[in-house]
């Protein structure tokens, strides 16, 4: 079974600083997709970004970018020139290959602090 | 703005009510999805439906009936739900995987959500 572990259960970040949440990953698979996803206090589900596993470059998404190490299963996020929207709850997940559902990790609570 | 809408957005219902949570895509997806989201947890998956079948219920309760009239609709039957069961519920929907002309993958796409309060 697959597990998925944030181990920042709340971080912080001042208004346009970079900041790092990190998602570790436990798989015995080798194709899959790794997601981040944003749910802020309105509680829509929204996506951040996508990884397949069989690609090396790291995907990016304007002030989003991961950080895959597929070897060490580890995919952080980073968020660059941080904004107040960005404050959010941000939840790694992990979906098999011809997979149907998500493992999520716990979630990480980030305020972006004006 | 999302491509799944969700109703309705707030639901207070009695244990001994009937109510129904409805969900709609127009993505042309073929798998849609019910989770449920308590506070401060992620999502747990409910029931996926593919191809308008079901194929995936994670034991949830029967006083949960899932319906997939159609292939952009979803809905959640609710009866004699309990003071637990209030939560956030969210629909989503995925392109299912074979389709070689979408690109989007596994990626599934959430609805903002229906509050349930069961009193």
């Known amino acids: 079974a697959q597990t998925v572990t944030q181990s920042q259960p709340e971080m912080s970040v001042q208004e346009a600083e970079t900041v790092t949440l990190s998602c570790t990953y436990d798989?015995?698979?080798?194709?899959?997709?790794l997601f981040w996803y944003k749910q802020p206090p309105s509680r829509q589900m929204i996506l951040v970004i996508r990884?397949?596993?069989?690609?090396?470059q790291n995907a990016t998404e304007n002030r989003f970018s991961v950080n895959f190490q597929k070897a060490a299963k580890s995919f952080s996020l980073k968020i660059s020139d941080s904004q107040l929207g960005d404050t959010a709850m941000y939840f790694c997940?992990?979906?098999?290959?011809?997979?149907?559902?998500?493992?999520f990790g716990p979630g990480t609570r980030l305020s972006v602090l004006p | 703005d999302t491509e799944v809408t969700q109703t309705p957005k707030h639901l207070v219902m009695g244990m001994t009510n009937k109510k129904s949570l409805k969900c709609e895509q127009h993505?042309?997806?073929?798998?849609m999805y019910w989770y449920k989201q308590k506070a401060k947890k992620p999502p747990e998956l409910m029931f996926v439906?593919?191809?308008?079948?079901?194929?995936i219920n994670e034991s949830v309760p029967s006083r949960f009936s899932p319906e997939c009239p159609n292939s952009s609709l979803l809905n959640l039957h609710l009866h004699a739900l309990q003071p637990e069961d209030s939560a956030l519920y969210l629909c989503?929907?995925?392109?299912?995987?074979?389709?070689?002309?979408?690109?989007?993958?596994?990626?599934?796409?959430f609805g903002e959500g229906s509050w349930l309060t069961v009193v």
């Open positions: 997940a992990f979906m098999r290959n011809y997979g149907q559902n998500f493992v």
């Open positions: 439906y593919s191809y308008e079948k079901l194929s």
């Open positions: 989503a929907s995925s392109q299912e995987r074979g389709d070689s002309s979408y690109s989007s993958g596994n990626t599934i796409y």
């Open positions: 993505m042309g997806h073929r798998a």
């Open positions: 990884q397949e596993a069989y690609k090396q």
């Open positions: 798989t015995s698979e080798n194709n899959y997709y």
